[in-house]
């Protein structure tokens, strides 16, 4: 049986549903005794290449030979039904384990939520209300995917509203949740709002990583320029999780201390991010232009050339950018 299930797995990991099939019909002539991963790892394979009537009936003879489904086997069950949007069918799965005593885990549960705050946001909210009734935690994809739901569903009171009852709870808070909230201090152009939510995550000890800074530098071209100095003056206040996003804190910072916060206006957010070379050879030449022309800072315009030609590291440009961005400031 061991053999039997190595190679369906190896079978399984390749996507060979023929193979795999075959080497379960080995099993069942030579009257093994099938253990329940094996009809779990098809089950999944079946669903996944879109073969649902062979799904169906594995499932039947699984039942016929007495193999109890586990976890798995529901999870796998609540997954494909969710998918094709028979929300119903999935539910009564979860039923069905609770008179089996099968406790569902956050991993079974995801498949139905996400298909209902794609459908329907108000179930959506009952059901993420209701995951203690099955003993389940909301983790952080939980939270956020709420939260991402109603910013795209255009509803930013009602996204800082949940911020608000997730922090009174003393639940923890993502970064992702946060740019959920900066997404709505965008969409009302409310400066209050971002100022507020930057605070914040320096209270809760949020790190900025490249999707924050990026939505952060989005904030601040959005609302007007006289409000973007407290913004810039507030996310400076944040802890970066590397050299990058540390890099960028400083050149907002920079700019905001030598009244150039227009600069940004013609920076291209996508080269904001400083994913690579090009895009912090891109961005900064955008920034300072002006400088670079007139031979100003002269100290930069090397270091971009030497960015440019490979010379130097992404990290060991971030280090002096920091160190010339100090001074200059």
Known sequence: VANYTELIKRSVKVGRLQDAASLFQEMQANKAEIPVVVYNMLLSLYFKQKEDEGGYQLIQTMKSSGTLPNIATYTILVDHYAKKEDLETALEL??????????????TLLPIFDTLRRTDLERAFQFYENLGKYGVTPNAHFSTGILDSVVKSASPQRTIDLLEAFRAKNKELSVSMYVCGLMCAIKTKDADLACKLLGQMKEDGIKVNHVCISVIIRTIKAMKAEDAPRIVEAAGQLEPTDI??????????FLKHTNKMNKLANANEHYATLQSPMHMFQFFSTIFAEEIQNRQLSELFYLLDNLKHNEISQAKFCEKMISLLRIGG
Do not use: I, S
């Open 94 to 107: 979860l039923k069905a384990m609770k008179q089996e005593n099968l406790a569902p885990n956050a991993t």
């Open 244 to 253: 990058r996003v540390k890099l960028q804190l400083h050149l907002l910072l």
